[in-house]
C-alpha cells in the first residue's frame, strides 16, 4: 500500500447542499470497487477512501459503520475489507498542500501520524510524567527537540520532510478510539504544520505517587514529505516497502532494520536522562494506531511479568531449576475484566495485572508462553476458570492476584524487609 496515494483521499472535499446518504454512497462505491476487483491504489478504491474520509469529517463513525453492517449482511466481505480497511488508513494519513518561500508554486505532500509506545518505570514516590517540555540545559536542545533529531540522526525521517512531534506522554486510556476521533487528530496535525495554533487534548491526571508504577505511554509525532523528497527515511520505507529501490534492496533493507533496531536505545537515553523519577524505559518502534497499541501492550506486560519474577527469585536470570508456580484468573473490575497473575516462589508472591486489548481469554495462550519462556513449566501453571469479584483487599484496597491453594492474596512487604519480600495472605 502507497501512503502517498492514501493520503490523497484524505485531502478531498465534496460541497453538496443536502447531506449526502454516506452509508449508501460508501457501499455502492465498494460494492464497484471490488466488482472490478481494483487494487487498493486504483482510481474506485480511491473513491472508497474519499467516501470513508468525507464521512468521518461529521464526526462519527456511524455512517462507515453502517456500511459496513450493510456489506457483511449482503455477504459483500471483499468489499467489508476495503471499507474497513480505508478508515483505518484515512485515520493515519493526510494530504498537505504546503506554499511559501523556496516554491515555485503549492506542493501537494503527505503526513503521517506515528505513534511510539513505551513502557515507563517509575522509582518510588515518583509521578509518571505527562510531558516532554523539559527545557534543555545550558542554552542546549530541549528534550522535545532532542526527541524530534533523534529520529533523523538515526535515518528513520529523512533531512527534508518536515516533523512535528507532540509535547506530551498519552495513556492508553487518552487516546483517541474511534476513526472519527483519529481522524479529528490527523487534521489538527496538518493544521499545525501549516503554521495555525493548535489546542492538543491533554493527558489525564496520573494517579497520586507511591509505590514503583509501570506505565504505558505513547509519543506522538507527524512526518510530512513530498513526492520530489529523494530520502523521505527508513521509516517509510518500512511501511512502504513497494517504494523501495529495486537495486540494492537487500543492503537497504540491512541498514533500515539496523537503523531501526538502534532508535529506541537511542530515544530511550534521552527520556532516561531529561524525565525526573524514571528508573528505566522501553520504547517500541514508531507504527500507526493498532500496531502501536499492540506492540506497547505486548512491552508492558512482558517487563511487568519479568519484574514480577524478579520480586519473586530475586534474580533478574532463567527460574529453570526454581520451584516457581503461577496461576491466572479474571477478575471483575468497575473498568471491565481483567487478567491478573500471581507468581509463588523463594517463599516470596509476586502479582501482575496482564493489560488486555480485547477477549481476556484470548490472552490466556500468550500468557502461558511468556511464562515457559521464563522458566515457568505448563505443570506449574494453574488457571483459573471461575470469574472473582474479589479484586482488591477490604482491609487495604490493594488490587488482589490468585495464589495456587490460597485463594486471593496480594504482596506485603514484612517489618525490616528493604525489598519486595512478600508472602501470601488470605484477607
Known amino acids: 500500500m502507497s501512503t ?20 449508501r454512497e460508501i457501499f455502492a462505491a465498494a460494492e464497484a470497487a471490488t466488482s472490478l476487483s481494483a487494487d487498493f491504489n486504483s482510481e474506485p478504491s480511491l473513491r472508497v477512501g474519499d467516501l470513508v474520509a468525507q464521512a468521518l469529517d461529521t464526526g462519527t463513525d456511524h455512517h462507515v459503520l453502517r456500511a459496513l453492517e450493510d456489506l457483511d449482511d449482503a455477504g459483500l466481505d471483499s468489499a467489508a475489507k476495503m471499507v474497513a480497511s480505508w478508515a483505518d488508513t484515512v485515520s493515519s494519513h493526510i494530504a498537505v498542500t504546503l506554499r511559501g518561500e523556496g516554491l515555485p508554486e503549492a506542493e501537494a505532500c503527505d503526513m503521517t501520524l506515528f505513534l511510539v509506545p513505551l513502557c515507563l518505570g517509575t522509582k518510588p514516590g515518583a509521578p509518571v510524567p505527562t510531558e ?8 542546549g536542545l530541549s528534550m522535545l527537540d532532542q526527541a524530534a533529531r533523534s529520529l533523523r540522526q538515526q535515518g528513520l525521517v529523512g533531512v527534508e520532510p518536515s516533523l512535528l512531534m507532540l509535547p506530551y506522554l498519552y495513556a492508553l486510556s487518552d487516546l483517541p478510539k474511534s476513526w472519527a476521533q483519529r481522524w479529528r487528530l490527523v487534521r489538527q496535525c496538518r493544521q499545525a504544520s501549516l503554521g495555525q495554533q493548535e489546542t492538543w487534548f491533554l493527558p489525564r491526571k496520573p494517579p497520586p505517587a507511591g509505590d514503583s508504577v509501570l506505565a504505558l505511554r505513547f509519543v506522538l509525532f507527524a512526518v510530512t514529505s513530498s513526492q520530489r523528497d529523494a530520502d523521505p527515511g527508513f521509516l517509510f520505507q518500512w511501511v512502504r516497502p513497494d517504494d523501495a529501490p529495486e537495486t540494492g534492496l537487500a543492503a537497504a533493507i540491512l541498514e533500515a532494520t539496523s537503523r531501526l533496531l538502534g532508535w529506541p536505545d ?10 525526573p523519577g ?13 500496531y502501536a497499541i499492540e506492540e506497547g501492550v505486548s512491552i508492558c506486560n512482558l517487563m511487568g511479568l519479568q519484574l514480577a519474577m524478579t520480586r519473586v527469585t530475586r534474580s533478574s536470570e532463567s527460574v529453570l531449576g526454581l520451584s ?35 477477549d481476556p481469554e484470548v490472552e490466556l495462550k500468550p500468557i502461558v508462553e511468556a511464562l515457559a519462556e521464563l522458566g515457568v513449566s505448563p505443570e506449574q501453571i494453574q ?4 470469574l472473582r469479584e474479589d479484586a ?6 490493594r488490587p488482589l492476584f490468585p495464589g495456587r491453594g490460597v485463594g486471593s492474596c496480594h504482596e506485603v512487604v514484612e517489618a525490616g524487609d528493604t525489598g519486595d519480600r512478600g508472602h501470601p495472605r488470605l484477607h
Open 4 to 23: 502517498k496515494r492514501a493520503a490523497r483521499v484524505s485531502g478531498r472535499k465534496k460541497c453538496s447542499k443536502t447531506p449526502p446518504n454516506w452509508a
Open 132 to 139: 516532554l517540555r523539559q527545557p534543555g540545559l545550558s542554552g
Open 266 to 275: 537511542a530515544f530511550g537515553q534521552i527520556l532516561l536522562s531529561s524525565l
Open 278 to 290: 524514571l528508573d528505566f524505559v522501553e520504547v517500541g518502534m514508531p507504527a500507526v494506531w493498532e
Open 324 to 358: 516457581v508456580r503461577a496461576a491466572i484468573g479474571v477478575y471483575q473490575t468497575d473498568g471491565g475484566l481483567e487478567l491478573r497473575i500471581g507468581i509463588t516462589g523463594n517463599d516470596r508472591f509476586a502479582g501482575h495485572v496482564w493489560m488486555t486489548n480485547g
Open 383 to 386: 488457571v483459573d476458570p471461575d
Open 392 to 397: 482488591y483487599c477490604e482491609d487495604c484496597g
